[in-house]
Every structure is written in structure tokens, then in C-alpha cells.
């Protein structure tokens, strides 16, 4: 070998062997840019909204170091101290990184590399958490997912003061904590990381986070495309009855966002997993995009992770509360430290969409980053417009045919009707196909139960899911739709579920005063075809909109249909006897019936069942059209439930037995209101007089509604042709009705 080849090797080997840490480029440039902090800094005192923040921040941050640094050894389920302090730590180390980069203060960067030295001491020796619960238990935290946590946020801190360590410092740290850490939740927690879930996105952000800030490659490939071989079985399930790996499956990040998304940014677990999920997608894409912008990143899918922001957000109530579909603990809102970081990215880096702003000045803070700024800056300017949420239907699937969930609103919010036909929803899925739940400016009227949780309240089971969520929460009496034979939808099994969805029939939200979704169901129950067209129509005979809800079923067999509606609110006036038992019993032993109590049994007293009650100091009425041999139970959620684990809700049930073929239809009228201050009721009864099925069959099937004026509204909905180019011709009590398209409403005076 010649010199020049000598000197040529020697320099290839050297190259290799240089630690991936001095590979790294410069610093802050994961969510911070050297760029973006001088602009920061250039502007500070002008920009009011960040200053706020800043100011918040800083306060929060200075009590902490204050306080001093606690690093306890981990023992703690979620809520108790050591899970607590270990989270609070990773949450104001990120922040403490920022007000370095932001402020210049030393002691910020002191916090922070104090810290990890602490974490440094401790990890290298630190057992598995002891608490045996997870499927994936983590180190310092119960499970793999906290573990993920904390890495996230960690990266950012320790990208902030990365320039301002030494050598030796960053040499320690990465060696001794964060090469550990990242190898522990992905090589040595397969289970965990090689998967389509919440949690693997999580530990796939987590490893390539910590990848960008050194400089290495191959945790940044990991974190993207998951581990090769993993060794895991197919078939295996986490403890929620859940794949952890299924044939075929691809893995890694990239893979977290091609299959739980559709194409319209509805992300299949549903909203409140979503706001969960969307930290870790746009953390780590953000960092993609500033340190390997040839990812292009954000154009992945066609741009979905942004699409999802927008998704996410019409997912919410009047409040900005995300509807609780699936696995959901009601009350988590826009207004979310995952929300602040999704709008601000995505106007970030979206194209700058105005309707955003007004989100963010809602939230009333920022990020203390570039993306913050942006945002601030622009609120600063005037460019924020209103983001009015309309009706939308979002698709599920990877593909978008996998079902959807419609939301029709009416007005501003006036009501809001939300349709979920979707997929299963991975291990976070209820059975509950064909399900609605109605809200009224921003208070529920009919509720989706969500989920059996009190999160992170360490006295309710150590702040995780309760054995309830699986007995009640999931089960499809739990819903307001249709339970055959008591018998949950696929038998509550998860893996039957998950290879079936519902299918969408026609959604049009065209004509604002009649928007109409329909879908079916077909093998929820073999044998049985279910079907349900929902409507939100403004009648001017009406003082508010109301739903009309028209539920068919086909079946080759005669069974018992139960339709729940859990309203809430107080009993007003119902036009049905009914008896109350002297002694509470669960109306049945399994599928979520032992956990509800009979409060009330009736029948029919003519074939308009009416059921008033009063929410929210607003007025309600459900008029159903049911047979005489039909039974009325008033039910209340509690039986076989004694750590009161369950919240006491009420709900009338509608039972039908004996039946292949049937519909249920039903009314839900919005109604005047009630002022405790001058005890006015105002518009306090239904303005509808009779509800009647007045035509059905496997072709077409008409509901009329006569009002108190006497006037009467005919809905027809086509069973068999739903293309909105088809021309209909069906006779109904003598009368010829003809139009084109899957529905037909109208209204005749009397």
C-alpha cells in the first residue's frame, strides 16, 4: 500500500471512529435555532403575549431552583411523589433550557446540567421500576411511555446548554444516561418500541430527539424505522388486550404516522390520544425539519401531521373540550400544554394560517421558541382570524375507508351532533359502533361516557386505568346505540373488532338547516345489519334545531334490541307508567348490564314515547315512536360497583324484543330555558304532538313528525341507493314523492 493510500485509510478509520457527539452541528437546534434565539432576544419587551409567557415561565421556574433539585429513587405509581417530581423535573429542565438560551443567565444552564448529573449518578445503576404492572416497565418511571416522557423534554434541555458544557461534561452524560436510556426503551423494550401505538410514538420521538442533539445517526434511523429484528412473537398483546405486534406491521415513527392517521388527519385512537400523541409527532418533526430538512418531514403523507392539528381542533365542544370518543377523560381541552406546542408548530411551519392565532390568544401563551415567537409576533401584528368550527366529517383508516366521525353543528355551536362509524381505535377503542353523543354550546345533552380513569390520582388504583374501563367504560351499553341480545358489539373482542369497521352511506352538511350522515354496520353481529341516519334540521316551526335519529335493523334472526340515551341532566315529565323497586338491581350480570342499576320499569302508553328533562338550565325532550310491547327502564350507572369507581349517570333505555327487522326513531329537540335568578321557564314542553314510521322497507324508510300547529315534516331516506345523483319515485300513504340524492325532507303546512 502507497502512503497516499496509507494516509487515505488512516483518515476513513479516524473519521469512523470519531464519537458521533463531535458529529453533532451547532446548538440550540432542535426546537431552538441560534437563528430564532436572536431574533427572540433582538425583540424582547415588544411582543407582548411572549413577554407574558416568558414572565410566567421564569416565575415557575426560579421557585423550582429555588426548592432545590430532588431526584428521589422511583417507586410510585402515577400521582405519588417519586412519579410526580420526576415529571415535574424533565417539564422544567425543557423550560429552564429556554430561559438560558433566551435570557443568557448562567443559572439556568447550572439547573439544568445539575440535574442530569444527578439523573447520570442514578441511572447507571438504576433497576427496573418496581412497581409490575406495565407491560413495558420503564426505570424511573412505572412504564416505558413516562420513561419516553422524560427524554423528550430532557433533549430539548439538554440541546439548550449543549455549546455551554464541556467535552467531558457532554462525553459523561451521553455515555452514562442517554445512550443507556435510549437503548433501555428500544432495544431492550421491544414490546414497547416496535409498535403502532400512542406509546411507541412516544419512544420512537424519544430515541431520534436525543439522536439529533448528538449528532448519531443510527438512533435517528431507529427512532424513524423501529428495531429490525426485535424478536417479538406475533400475536403478543399488551395489558389493555392490545397488538403488540401484528403480521406485516411496519414500525418506527414514519410508521406511527402512516397508519393510525387518515388521510383527513383523524387519528385513530381518537381525540384525546391525539392531544396526547401530537407533543411527540410535532416535537420530533420539528426537530427533523431543522436539523435534516431533507426529511421534508411535514410533506409526509401529504402534509398530515398538520392536517391533524386542524382535525384535532374540530374535534372539540364549544369550550374547546375534545369530544371523549373512545378511551377520553372529559374536560381535556385546546387549552393543553400538547395543544400550545400543535398550533404553535403548525403556524410555524404550515404556512402561517391565521385561524390559528385565535386559537393561541385563547390559550393566552406560547412556546418559548422559535415557533412561540412566531406566533406571539403575529398576534402582536393583527393577523389573527377566527377559527369557526364547522361540520365536518374526518375519515379513519390510513387509507381514509375505514369509517369516520361527523360532527354537524349547527350555527355557532348552537348544537353539535357528533357520528363516530369508525375503526376499532387500537387498545384505546370502545365497542360502540353507530354511537352519537349531542352538545349544546358546549354542555352535553347526551353524553359518551369515556373512559373509567381517574389519571393520575394516585388513590384510584395509582392514577391508571381502572378494571371498569374494561367491565364498563368499553362495553356497548355504555353507548348510545344498539346492544343485541346484551351481548357487546364483536363480543367485546379486541382482535375481532379491529378487523372490521363501519361504513359510510352519504354525509351532507350542504344545506345548513338540514345536514344529514348515515352508515352501517355489518359485523358487529353476524346476521344483522344495523343502520343509522342522524340529522340535525332547523325547522321554523321550532325555536332551536333538533336531531332526528333513524335507526334500522336487518337481522336474520329475532332478537332483543336495547337503545340507551344517557341524558344529562333532571327528570322533567315522561307520558309512560312506570314502577320503582323498592330494592336497586343491575339490570344484568355481564357486558356492562352488571353495572347498571334499574331505577325504573315501564311500557309504552301510546306509540310516542315522550321523555322531558332539564341540563345546563336548558330544556330537552326525546320522542321516540315505540311499539306498546316495548319496555322503558330508567337505569343509573353504579351496580356491582363498590369502590364507587363509576360516575352515577342516568339514562333512558328503550328495549325491543322478539324482532329480525325494526327501526327506532327518535327526536331530540333543543328547547328554551330556565333563569334560577327570576324563576322563568321559558319554552319549557315539546313542540311535537305525534312521531310516526310511516313507510319502511328494504328500499326506503320515512319518519313524519307533526307538530303542535299541526304541521307536518316527512324525512325519507333511501336504504338501498345512496348516490347523491340517484333519482327515487316511492309512494307513501297515497301520496307520490320524487327527488334525487339519498334523502328527501320537506314539510307541509297544515
Request: aromatic share 12%; proline share 3%.
Amino acid at each position: 500500500m502507497n502512503f497516499k493510500k496509507r494516509i487515505a485509510t488512516f483518515l476513513m478509520i479516524s473519521w469512523l471512529l470519531i464519537p458521533a457527539m463531535s458529529l453533532a452541528g451547532e446548538h440550540p437546534s432542535l426546537i431552538m435555532t441560534k437563528a430564532g434565539v436572536e431574533k427572540i432576544r433582538a425583540e424582547l419587551g415588544t411582543v407582548p403575549l411572549f413577554d407574558a409567557t416568558l414572565a410566567l415561565v421564569k416565575a415557575e421556574v426560579d421557585a423550582e431552583i429555588a426548592l432545590g433539585i430532588d431526584t428521589p429513587v422511583p417507586k410510585d405509581f402515577s400521582g405519588g411523589y417519586t412519579h410526580q417530581r420526576h415529571k415535574q423535573n424533565f417539564l422544567v429542565m425543557q423550560k429552564a433550557g429556554a430561559l438560558f438560551q433566551i435570557l443568557e443567565d448562567e443559572k439556568y444552564a447550572h439547573y439544568v446540567r445539575d440535574m442530569l448529573f444527578q439523573y447520570e449518578a442514578m441511572y447507571k445503576n438504576l433497576p427496573v421500576h418496581p412497581q409490575t404492572r406495565s407491560y413495558a416497565r420503564g426505570k424511573l418511571f412505572w412504564q416505558n411511555l413516562n420513561d419516553s416522557n422524560w427524554l423528550v423534554y430532557t433533549s430539548q434541555a439538554y440541546d439548550c446548554i449543549y455549546d455551554w458544557l464541556s467535552e467531558e461534561e457532554r462525553r459523561k452524560l451521553e455515555d452514562n444516561l442517554f445512550r443507556p436510556f435510549a437503548d433501555y426503551i428500544s432495544v431492550e423494550s421491544p414490546q414497547f418500541f416496535n409498535r403502532v401505538h400512542n406509546h411507541s410514538t412516544w419512544g420512537n420521538a424519544a430515541v431520534g430527539l436525543i439522536g439529533l442533539v448528538m449528532g448519531d445517526d443510527e438512533l435517528v434511523e431507529r427512532a424513524l424505522y423501529g428495531l429490525q429484528d426485535d424478536g417479538l412473537e406475533v400475536g403478543a398483546k399488551d395489558n389493555d388486550g392490545g397488538f403488540i405486534k401484528v403480521e406485516g406491521q411496519k414500525v418506527g415513527f414514519l410508521a406511527n404516522i402512516d397508519e393510525p392517521f387518515s388521510p383527513d388527519g383523524y387519528y385513530t385512537e381518537g381525540p384525546y390520544y391525539q392531544r396526547y400523541a401530537m407533543y411527540p409527532f410535532l416535537i420530533f418533526a420539528l426537530g427533523l425539519n431543522n436539523v435534516k430538512p431533507e426529511a421534508e418531514i411535514f410533506k409526509h403523507k401529504n402534509g398530515v401531521l398538520l392536517k391533524g392539528v386542524d382535525a384535532l381542533l374540530n374535534l372539540s365542544d364549544a369550550d374547546g373540550e375534545f369530544f371523549p370518543l373512545n378511551d377520553g377523560q372529559k374536560g381535556m381541552s385546546y387549552y393543553s400544554r400538547e395543544l400550545v406546542t400543535a398550533v404553535d408548530i403548525a403556524y410555524h411551519v404550515g404556512g402561517q394560517d391565521p385561524r390559528l392565532l385565535s386559537i393561541a390568544e385563547e390559550q393566552g401563551q406560547v412556546l418559548l421558541d422559535d415557533a412561540g415567537f412566531s406566533v406571539a409576533a403575529a398576534i402582536r401584528d393583527g393577523k389573527a382570524e377566527p377559527f369557526e368550527k364547522r361540520s365536518i366529517n374526518l375519515s379513519d383508516g390510513p387509507d381514509g375507508k375505514q369509517g369516520g366521525v361527523a360532527i354537524l353543528r349547527y350555527g355557532d355551536e348552537d348544537l353539535t351532533l357528533v357520528y363516530k362509524y369508525a375503526a376499532q381505535g387500537l387498545s384505546h377503542g370502545h365497542y360502540d359502533k353507530l354511537s352519537f353523543s349531542l352538545f349544546e354550546k358546549g354542555d352535553e345533552v347526551l353524553q359518551d361516557y369515556g373512559l373509567a380513569r381517574f389519571v393520575n390520582i394516585e388513590q384510584k388504583g395509582g392514577g391508571n386505568y381502572l378494571k371498569e374501563n374494561t367491565t364498563w367504560a368499553k362495553q356497548t351499553i355504555a353507548h348510545n346505540t344498539i346492544t343485541q341480545n346484551e351481548t357487546s358489539h364483536f363480543e367485546g373482542k379486541y382482535e375481532v373488532g379491529s378487523e372490521h369497521h363501519s361504513e359510510l352511506q352519504f354525509y351532507d352538511d350542504s344545506n345548513s338547516d338540514v345536514q344529514v350522515v348515515s352508515a352501517i354496520e355489518k359485523s358487529a353481529y353476524p346476521g344483522t345489519l344495523m343502520r343509522r341516519t342522524m340529522a340535525v334540521i332547523k325547522n321554523q316551526s321550532f325555536e332551536k334545531p333538533f336531531v332526528l335519529d333513524i335507526f334500522k335493523l336487518k337481522s336474520n334472526k329475532k332478537n332483543q334490541y336495547d337503545l340507551p340515551f344517557y341524558f344529562m341532566g333532571q327528570v322533567l315529565q315522561v307520558n309512560f307508567e312506570y314502577d320503582v323497586p323498592a330494592l336497586l338491581r343491575a339490570l344484568g350480570k355481564e357486558n356492562g348490564y352488571q353495572h347498571l342499576y334499574v331505577e325504573g320499569k315501564g311500557k309504552p302508553a301510546t306509540n310516542d314515547t315522550k321523555f322531558s328533562w332539564m341540563g345546563g338550565n336548558r330544556f330537552y325532550t326525546l320522542t321516540s315512536a315505540t311499539n306498546t310491547s316495548d319496555e322503558l327502564y330508567f337505569t343509573r350507572i353504579g351496580a356491582n360497583d363498590p369502590e364507587f369507581n363509576l360516575r352515577r349517570d342516568a339514562a333512558l333505555m328503550i328495549r325491543r324484543k322478539d324482532s329480525k327487522g325494526t327501526v327506532f326513531a327518535s327526536v331530540v329537540e333543543a328547547h328554551g330555558s330556565y333563569s334560577p335568578v327570576s324563576e322563568f321557564a321559558v319554552n319549557s314542553k315539546s313542540n311535537i304532538a305525534t312521531l310516526n314510521v310511516i313507510y319502511d322497507d328494504d328500499n326506503y324508510t320515512a319518519v313524519a313528525i307533526e307538530d303542535l300547529q299541526g304541521d307536518k315534516s316527512v324525512f325519507i331516506v333511501s336504504n338501498a341507493n345512496t348516490s347523491a345523483t340517484q333519482q327515487h319515485q316511492v309512494e307513501i300513504e297515497t301520496r307520490k314523492h320524487e327527488w334525487t340524492g339519498p334523502f328527501h325532507y320537506f314539510t307541509m303546512e297544515q
